[in-house]
């Protein structure tokens, strides 16, 4: 097992050279001062869960000054969120790998009181090795597709055992409770508490800077009227579909610009590439060059500016959805106001995805041709899109809520334990 686990660890580091630092860290081999023990650690896994940990360490740290916080990620992009939001007021390690004398030797040199998972992260032996440590266990925000429930109840058992390591969670919907409940675990132990990332805010700042963005884009210093749109956290054989879309939004639309932000870092180059290649006057975030008025296709290959892209654009597609990738968070766009369209693979945000359509804020695409026909109506109609805006922004103020009922199930989590 490990030496295939740095077998990929080499491979991923092709490409994403982050995944060749700091490995260490992913067998436990980490440095904590005694005063940083006997604290809450908090597990959020990639990027989506680290922005939706956000609100919640920062309760928590308000509530409990005190109180050491150990946060722990799996890739190299979560890492960086938990720096830019948190700096060094947490201890930051890459998660230990679910292997027995892995996790035996992070939890004997970071001695968590407690311990809280983002989302549906499930570890066969983190969680045996926290109930057998009895260390409490908080599965908060917690979301369980059809497909993903599926999969656990082909291991039933490894699945049961799991469930009942878990001390309290936090669901996101009644759906998410149900399938929890189906699969084994305890009901009593089960609550709905909603999604934390209805919590969502938008600093001043990035309305600032996402006015900055749009005059660059615009090559002016003055006016914003080309039409921009974004195709946001795209995923392999995406972008082909999105290039094609964007052909024929320029047939009707000649001076409008695509900004093409793909998921993972290591694919940035290539789409840069394949965009070329497909005949587009391309430039990328990273080179520093203009964005001058023939530029066709906008790449955004840097981290953690999302959210300044969607303000600086008209329209918004999510990717990962015009493959079955499950889709991504269509809350971000929505907090900005900004129409949001997403392809037909949503069930990694079914609950969140089908409010907003349901609502009139979003609409689902089925393919390409789709994509470009929607696209060339909301940048043509801007009262249409703005509508569409507002009513998203609507229903993140309707949903709000989840942050309050996530923080009473962790007071009761950390009197019994901290």
């Known amino acids: 097992m490990v030496p295939l686990i740095f077998v990929r660890l080499g491979w991923r580091s092709r490409y994403a050279p982050a995944y060749g630092k700091r490995w260490k860290e992913r067998f436990a081999f980490i440095d904590l001062p005694p005063s940083a023990q006997n604290g809450l650690w908090v597990h959020a896994v990639s990027v989506g869960e680290v922005l939706a940990a956000v609100p919640l360490v920062k309760a928590i740290r308000q509530h409990y000054p005190d109180l050491p916080i150990v946060m722990t990620t799996m890739t190299p992009t979560g890492s960086a969120r938990v720096h830019a939001n948190f700096n060094d007021t947490v201890y930051h390690f890459y998660v230990p790998y679910d292997l027995p004398t892995v996790v035996h030797r992070f939890l004997k040199r970071v001695q968590p009181c407690a311990a809280i998972f983002l989302e549906t992260e499930l570890w066969p032996n983190i969680f045996h090795q926290c109930k057998k440590h009895a260390i409490p266990l908080m599965l908060a925000n917690a979301r369980l597709s059809e497909r993903s429930a599926r ?113 993972h870092p290591e694919r940035f180059e290539r789409i840069v590439q394949l965009a070329k290649k497909r005949g587009f006057v391309t430039v990328a975030r990273s080179s520093g060059n203009t964005c001058t008025a023939n530029m066709q296709v906008f790449i955004g290959d840097t981290m953690g500016e999302l959210m300044l892209f969607f303000a600086a654009v008209d329209v918004a597609f999510m990717g990962g959805s015009l493959v079955p990738n499950g889709g991504h968070n269509l809350l971000e766009p929505a907090a900005l106001g900004v129409a949001a369209l997403t392809g037909p693979a949503t069930f990694n945000f079914t609950d969140i995805t089908r409010l907003l359509i349901d609502a009139h804020a979003a609409l689902e695409i089925q393919n390409s041709d789709e994509l470009a026909e929607q696209v060339i109506y909301l940048l043509q109609h801007s009262k249409e899109r703005s509508e569409m805006g507002e009513r998203g922004r609507e229903v993140i103020a309707a949903n709000r809520g989840a942050l309050a009922a996530n923080l009473l199930l962790i007071k009761k989590l950390l009197i019994r334990a901290c």
């Not at 969670?169 to 132990?189: C, E, S, V, Y």
């Not at 956290?233 to 001076?255: C, F, M, Y």
Request: hydrophobic residues 40%; charged residues 20%; without cysteine.
């Open 151 to 263: 999969g656990y109840a082909k291991v039933k058992m490894l699945t049961q055992e799991m469930l009942t390591a878990i001390t309290i969670l936090g669901a996101h919907a009644k759906a998410d409770a149900d399938r929890f409940i189906q699969l084994g675990m305890d009901p009593h132990r089960v609550h709905v508490t909603g999604s934390i990332k209805f919590e969502i805010t938008v600093p001043t700042s990035i309305l600032e800077e996402g006015e900055a963005l749009r005059r660059f884009l615009n090559n002016s210093h003055v006016g914003s009227n080309r039409p921009i749109w974004i195709a946001a956290s795209t995923h392999e054989g995406e972008e082909e579909q999105i290039l094609d879309a964007h052909r024929v939004v320029l047939k009707t639309l000649p001076n409008a610009l695509l900004v093409l932000t793909p998921r």
